[in-house]
């Protein structure tokens, strides 16, 4: 099975902030990595496929980048429903597998 | 528009089972595969399995082999998991998701059911 392991775990950051989480992948995933946002009592919601490909409607300050093992999912001018939980999920082979996820919160 | 309607929330004894449904609208339910996903509270996502709804071929992840099942009903585009055996860290919210693609060809989880919790005490 492919490992997802992210880092930080959690992070404090102000409104206005740029945030970047980090995936790395224990083998090479290509590009098939995805990145979801997860509210509080919410359900995950899509935000870049593909390492790097915005999902439709999600906020250009959301951005991702990387290939193979390392991947970033970087938030520009952190806003105040951007606190929440990020995972990122390889796409490469079953079975499917997650990062154990990255809290954002307020500083 | 894609829905997935998930049934309501479960409380279970430990020892028993539970089904739970996935009810599909808005496209064409065999053309996309429908996989499940659970969260423990407090706790992060883990993949369970997959469904092929054309052929109901499965796929399950290891650690639940053995009692976990998965199935369709094509004539009600709706998906079904059966969990046996249930013990108290079963707990956790279920949600079913399709594995969708765009333009751009990269696969993705969109969209997600509104989640089933199921609760498993004694």
């Known amino acids: 099975d492919i490992q997802m392991t992210q880092s930080p775990s959690s992070l404090s950051a102000s409104v206005g902030d740029t945030v970047t989480i980090t995936c790395r992948a224990s083998?090479?995933?290509?590009?098939?990595l995805a990145w979801y946002q997860q509210e509080p009592g919410k359900v995950p919601k899509l935000l870049i496929s593909?390492?790097?490909t915005l999902h439709s409607g999600v906020p250009s300050r959301f951005s991702g980048s990387g290939s193979g093992t390392d991947f970033t999912l970087t938030i520009n001018s952190l806003q105040p429903e951007d606190f929440a939980t990020y995972y990122c999920?390889?796409?490469?082979?079953?079975?499917?597998?997650f990062g154990q996820g990255t809290r954002v919160d307020m500083k | 528009q894609v829905q997935l309607v998930q049934s309501g929330a479960e409380v279970k004894k430990p020892g028993a089972s539970v089904k739970l449904s996935c009810k599909t609208s808005g496209y064409t339910f065999t053309s996309y595969y429908l996989h499940w996903v659970r969260q423990a509270p407090g706790q992060g996502l883990e993949w369970m399995g997959t469904i092929n709804p054309n052929d109901g071929n499965t796929k399950y992840e290891q650690k639940f082999q053995g009692r976990v099942t998965m199935s369709r009903d094509t004539s009600t585009t709706t998906i079904y998991m059966e969990l046996s055996s249930l013990r108290s860290d079963d707990t956790a919210v279920y949600y079913c998701?399709?594995?969708?693609?765009?333009?751009?060809?990269?696969?993705?989880?969109?969209?997600w059911g509104q989640g089933t919790r199921v609760t498993v005490s004694s």
């Open positions: 998701v399709r594995l969708s693609t765009g333009r751009s060809g990269w696969y993705y989880f969109d969209p």
């Open positions: 593909g390492a790097s």
């Open positions: 999920q390889q796409a490469d082979s079953l079975p499917v597998t």
């Open positions: 083998q090479d995933v290509k590009h098939w």
